[in-house]
């Protein structure tokens, strides 16, 4: 009897086969998770977006911040608070939010809505209702490019009021 010792060639591809199939698993599995952990870190910031914007109309009753939703684009550097001159960036210069510099999100864009659900932000796509009480006062929604999975693109929004939350 010949003494067979090693792999043959079948077996060795079959083993590549089946390590190259767990690596693409694992490679999906990681890029979802990472784009959830964004989405959930994102969601938070809106949260915490909306509970400036209801603190901030509950100490300036007279001021909405604006008369229509607006897309928060970046936190701009911080002045004296001038409640004369509102808008989004008051939320910043009163001390209701952090500059953190943590606003430019390459997977989300942050809205403003302070009530109101202005057409083409995702403020007008908000679930939530719209009248005084149940519309939002913060959104966000997924960019619509690579990094983002299909769940987030699109018509995604995520809004804020002052009693609830939802997608």
């Not at 400036?52 to 229509?68: H, K, M, T, W």
């Not at 500059?99 to 109101?116: M, R, T």
């Not at 403020?123 to 959104?139: D, I, R, V």
Request: charged letters at 15%; proline letters at 1%; one cysteine or more.
């Amino acid at each position: 009897m010949k003494n067979k010792k090693g792999f043959t060639l079948l077996e060795i591809l079959i083993a590549a086969t089946i390590v190259g199939a767990l690596a693409v698993l694992a490679t999906v599995a990681y890029k979802n998770s990472v784009t959830e952990t964004h989405m959930q870190a994102a969601k938070m910031r809106t949260e915490a977006l909306a509970r400036a914007v209801q603190r901030f109309r509950i100490d300036y009753p007279a001021n909405r911040l604006s008369g229509e939703a607006v897309e928060f684009l970046h936190a701009d550097a911080v002045v004296a608070c001038d409640t004369s001159v509102t808008n989004v960036y008051s939320l910043f210069n009163c001390g209701y939010l952090e500059n953190d510099g943590g606003w430019s999100d390459s997977y989300v864009q942050y809205f403003v809505c302070n009530g109101y659900t202005t057409a083409g932000t995702a403020c007008a796509n908000s679930k939530l209702g719209s009248g005084t009480a149940n519309a939002p006062l913060a959104c966000m929604t997924g960019r619509n490019w690579g990094k983002v999975s299909d769940k987030y693109k699109g018509t995604y929004a995520y809004c804020v009021n002052a009693t609830s939350q939802g997608d």
